[in-house]
Every structure is written in structure tokens, then in C-alpha cells.
């Protein structure tokens, strides 16, 4: 049995359609009326026109146009999403919209973790999406630069594709900025969120040192951020392959081999300012599942109810009627039924 409690519109601004189009509409079947029957009276006469017009039902045209207004009605209620009945929905994590920020910068190829940390940040993600995921998620790749590789969405296997694609190449700019990745995942919410949840798993080797800064302004925005550590904190060094095609370690200006360690005091400084919290990765990437036991807890603390209910979308039932009404009045003609005596 349908539920019809809690009726209302999710989007009535798009009520003016209903009332507007259809008076425009009006207006507009009412001038080509009249225009039509001055173009007759000039080409013949009114009797002649009566005969010409004997066959032609004033009543059928009428009606066609009366649905065709009531289409146009419909089509505005459909826009307008009404609603009515209440689904239940859990408050698990990623019930809500998460954006995952993933570092693509070089110090991610150290092999401190295997099979190195950019290759094991990004099968943590895949695994932690495929079997938790509840609802839109995002994609965030930086280095240098931070880019949305993946805006937020329901389709996971368009996910998981933009996050098959990262590599170390992804981002034409080399360095660590998690500043300006913090910014851009922002960016990537929509404003009336009620809260925005951001992960960033990364080494934490922010060389352009904004990180806890645009952290304490994106806070004010309604952003947690928690930070997932990649690496450990001995490190080890970085192997890419040279102009000859073959691995070798990455060396700074004076020729000595660069180690790339994971960073976990600003990580967690960063968690922190934001009111997340900071977790290492792990080898089997249960960091991840830190985080969600985490946001739980958090939504605990807050009050928040663990279920929430939602208003179901019922926009198809105008729909179909604005689509039954466009094919009665196509398949109706204006002319009258002859009868031979």
C-alpha cells in the first residue's frame, strides 16, 4: 500500500511552470485563432468560409488545446519533484558525500609499504567503496596542483575507472601541496550539505606547508577531514625509471638519495583542525575501516539520529500523465463525424 504521508515539493521553485506556461500557452492558442480566422476572411467570403469550415468541431479543438495546457501543467509539477511517503535510511558512512583525496606526487612510489604506497592508497579505496559504499563519492588526485579527477556520483565503476587512472604522471606538477588539494575537494561539496566528509590519503610530506592552514579555513565550511597515513615512519627511498628505462633512486641537487618518510604529526594536525582524526593506512588498508568506525562515532556524539528518513521521489506519476495527455491530444483530430441519412 502507497504511503502518502509528509506530501511536498523537494524543488518547488519550478512551480511557476505550472502556473505560467500554461497561461502563455493560453495566450498564444488564443492569437493564433484569431489570426487564422482574419486569414480566412481575407481570402473568401463568410459564406464560402462557413462551408470551407462546415466540418471543423470549435468543441475538438477546444479540448486538444485544454490538454495540451494540462501537460504543461504537469511538466512543471514533475520539475517541482514532488514528493510524499518517508524512506528509512542508515547513517552509515558513506551514507553521506565523501570526496577521497589521493597524493599522485613521486615520494608515493617508495616501496615502504608494497607494493608501493600510491598502488596500495589506491587498492584501500577501491576495496573500502566497493564493500561499504552507501552513497555519492569523489575523487581528488594532487601533487603540485590538485585536480577532480572523479566528481561525486553514484556510479562507482565510473569511480573506480578514475581511480584505475591515477599514477605518478597523473599531475604534470611535481611537489606535495595538500593545501590546495583541501581546497579543491571543498570545492567538489555542494553548499547545503549538512556536513562534508573528506579523506586524504597521503605520506604527509606537505612541501608547500599549507596543509593545517586551509585545513582551519575549510573547517569553517562545514569540512572533516580525515587523514590516512601511507608509508611508515622509517621510509625508505624513491625508484623511478631514468632516461635509459631502467629503476633507479631519485637523488636531490647534490646527488644524495632522496627517503621519503610518512609525516604522521601533520596529518594528524590536519585531522585535528578539522575534527577528524588521523589513522595509518595499514598494510591490508584497515585504516579505512578506522575512519568509518570513526564518522559513526562521531554522529553519535553529535545527537544525530542513525536513521534518517528522506521523502521518495514521485515526479514519474506527472510525468506519465503529461506524456498520456501529448498522446491523446496528437491522436485527436478537429473535424466532426459525418452521418449519411
Known sequence: MMDFSQPHFEAPGWLWLAVVAPLLLAWLQRRAAAKRKAQLAQIASPRFVDELTA?????RREFKNILLLLAFVFAGLALARPQWGELKASGQFLGEDAVFVVDCSYSMLSTDVRPNRLQRAKLAVADFVREHGRGRVGLVAFAGSAFLQCPLTLDYDAFQNSLDALDEKTMPVAGTDIGGALREANHAMEKNSRRKLVVLLTDGEDLEKSGVKTAKIVATNGVVVFTVGVGTPAGSEI???NPAGQLDFVRNAKGETVRSQLDEKTLAAIAQATGGNYYPLGPLGEGLAKVRAAVETLDRTAGLQ????RGID?????VAAALALLVVEALMGTRREKFNS
Open 55 to 59: 466540418s471543423h468541431s470549435p468543441a
Open 239 to 241: 625508484q623511478m625509471l
Open 306 to 309: 542513525r536513521a534518517r528518513s
Open 314 to 318: 514521485r515526479y514519474y506519476w506527472p
